[in-house]
């Protein structure tokens, strides 16, 4: 099965979450509305938080939270998978960078969260490698790489592939324009 994959490119902007979560659910609506199997947010898409005027604190909720519930909305109406990293804050008050996996009927098969905390955030928690969910249309994982702003690695996984030696079968944040 051939999986049409939509890349969501966009600057953030700290002061202004509410906005920036507008944009981007336009967005994943033009690329839902294109045919989109799968649509791959940048990481810490909702905000940055590098900054000591905008920590990531602030921008960091629940997941399943309000924005994922956004998401979850459009996930059905489109019928598409759609992943992307933000800000979680955890029920045992610690935070990650984590990235929702939300399957094509809008349910939360999962979500990964990043396993090493960058310099300027290292009160961030630490959680497990990338791991492969199972939404219908095929078994998919992602991770997010590099320090910074970075990428959104999804990967496809065969039976008998590890978890830590994906093969990647898209990658980045780079090809709708904003």
């Not at 905008?54 to 399943?64: F, G, H, L, N, V």
């Not at 991770?143 to 690695?153: D, E, F, H, T, Y």
């Amino acid at each position: 099965m051939k999986l049409r994959i939509a890349t969501v490119q966009m600057t953030t902007d700290d002061r202004d979450k509410a906005g920036v979560v507008a944009k981007v659910l336009r967005m994943i609506d033009e690329a839902g509305g294109q045919g989109a199997d799968l649509i791959v947010l940048p990481e810490v898409w909702t905000g940055l938080g590098y900054t000591d005027a905008y920590p990531y604190q602030a921008m960091a909720e629940p997941i399943p939270g309000p924005t994922t519930d956004k998401l979850v909305e459009l996930a059905r109406r489109h019928g598409a998978m759609i992943v992307g990293s933000m800000y979680e804050a955890a029920p045992d008050g610690r935070y990650f960078n984590a990235a929702p996996f939300i399957d094509r009927d809008g349910s939360i098969l999962g979500r990964y969260r990043r396993s090493r905390a960058w310099k300027p955030s290292r009160a961030l928690g630490s959680s497990c490698a990338a791991r492969p969910f199972s939404p219908r249309a095929s078994t998919t994982g992602n991770s997010s790489c590099g320090p910074g702003p970075a990428r959104i690695r999804c990967s496809s996984w065969r039976p008998g592939s590890s978890a830590r030696s994906p093969r990647p079968v898209s990658a980045s944040s780079a090809a709708a324009a904003s």
